[in-house]
């Protein structure tokens, strides 16, 4: 699988530990930066990045990490076709792919390590879309990409 990841410098370190253990893994990695963490740099280029590459088909998930995670998931979710998820644990990772489908996984640096950001994203990439009541949900918004 081609999986995107990208973050700000707050993200960095953790970022760079994802990209080794899913390179570890047997994934394609897109690392779309930042690439150090002293510059301070702005998460709404690299939360956007991340939703443009799932979106447009060059990844086919994307993992999007900051400080918090909440700045750089809504830049992501401002993409059409994006459904990023800030998560903090593999159970609310594992939910945002059943219940969501959830293409972009969105990490907070600061709240969550490295051993849970990697339960997190094993849970994740691990789960599958759970059907029946789900997909009218997704359905529902897929059309908000849609309005004006």
């Given amino acids: ?24 893994w047997g994934h394609e990695v897109l690392d779309l930066g930042t690439t150090n963490a002293t510059d301070s740099v702005d998460y709404p280029d690299f939360g956007a990045a991340v939703g ?5 088909g ?6 999007a990490v900051c400080g918090s995670g909440i700045g750089i998931s809504i830049a992501a979710n401002k993409v059409p076709g994006i459904r990023a998820a800030l998560v903090h644990d593999a159970t609310s990772a594992r939910l945002a792919r059943e219940h969501n489908d ?15 950001a990697q339960d997190a994203l094993a849970a994740w990439l ?10 009218a949900r997704i359905a529902k918004l897929s059309q908000l990409d849609h309005r004006a």
């Fill in 126 to 135: 691990g789960a599958e879309l759970g059907g029946g009541r789900h997909l």
């Fill in 1 to 24: 699988m081609k999986i995107a990841l990208g973050a700000d410098h707050a993200g960095y370190e953790l970022k760079a530990a994802l990209v080794d253990t899913l390179q570890e």
């Fill in 58 to 63: 060059r990844a086919d998930l994307g993992v």
């Fill in 52 to 56: 443009h590459c799932v979106a447009d």
């Fill in 102 to 116: 959830a293409n972009v996984l969105c990490l907070g640096a600061r709240l969550i390590g490295v051993p849970v």
